[in-house]
C-alpha cells in the first residue's frame, strides 16, 4: 500500500485489478470517452482489461509508466485511477493523469491521492510533477491548485478528444526543489 487516508487507499496496479478496472471504465464511461479514451478503449471487456493490467504492471516494474488505483478501504470499490506517466528519469519529470468515478466526485479524493502520490514520486527521485488540464475542468483545475502546482503556461493544440477539435491545455508544476 502506498497510502491510506479517509477510509481509501492508493495501492500500485496488480493483476487482481482487471475486472474493477474493467467495471470502474464501464459504468464511467462517459466521463473517461473524453479525456480518457485510449484506458476506455483498453478495458470495454475482462479480456481487455486483463491484457491492460498486464502491461501496466509490467510498465510499472520497469519504471515506464506508473498506475495506481484508488479504492475504498472497507468494500474494496475501485474509486479512481491516477497515472504517473510521460516519464523522463534524466531530467526527472513526470506527468498525472486521473478520474474519479462519478459516485466519488466533489469529495477532495483527487486532491488528497495526489497529494500523497507526489510524495511517493519525489521520494522515488522525480523532481517535476506536471498536470496537464483543460481551463473548464474545473475539479481539476482545484486538485492541481490544492497541491501546490502553479500554472506555467498555455499548450496550444496539446489534446484532441475523439472526433474534437483539437484542445488547448493548461500545464501546472510541482518541483521538489521549493
Not at 531530467?91 to 479524493?109: M, S
Request: contains cysteine.
Amino acid at each position: 500500500m502506498i497510502a491510506q487516508f479517509n477510509g481509501f487507499e492508493i495501492n500500485k496496479i496488480h493483476n487482481g485489478d482487471a475486472w474493477k478496472i474493467c467495471n470502474f471504465v464501464i459504468s464511467n464511461e462517459d466521463r473517461l470517452n473524453h479525456y480518457f479514451p485510449k484506458t476506455l478503449e483498453q478495458n470495454l471487456t475482462p479480456t481487455l482489461s486483463n491484457n491492460f493490467v498486464e502491461q501496466k504492471t509490467k510498465q510499472f516494474q520497469n519504471n515506464e509508466e506508473l498506475l495506481f488505483t484508488l479504492k475504498h478501504s472497507d468494500t474494496r470499490a475501485l474509486v479512481g485511477l491516477f497515472f504517473l506517466k510521460e516519464l523522463n528519469w534524466e531530467i526527472k519529470q513526470g506527468e498525472f493523469a486521473y478520474c474519479i468515478g462519478y459516485n466519488f466526485e466533489g469529495q477532495g479524493l483527487a486532491s488528497k491521492a495526489i497529494q500523497h502520490l507526489s510524495q511517493y514520486a519525489f521520494d522515488l527521485g522525480l523532481e517535476t510533477l506536471q498536470i496537464i488540464v483543460h481551463k473548464d475542468n474545473m475539479a481539476s483545475v482545484r486538485v492541481a491548485t490544492n497541491n501546490q502546482f502553479e500554472w506555467i503556461k498555455t499548450l496550444p493544440n496539446e489534446f484532441t478528444p475523439n472526433r474534437e477539435q483539437p484542445l488547448d491545455m493548461e500545464l501546472y508544476e510541482l518541483n521538489s526543489k521549493k
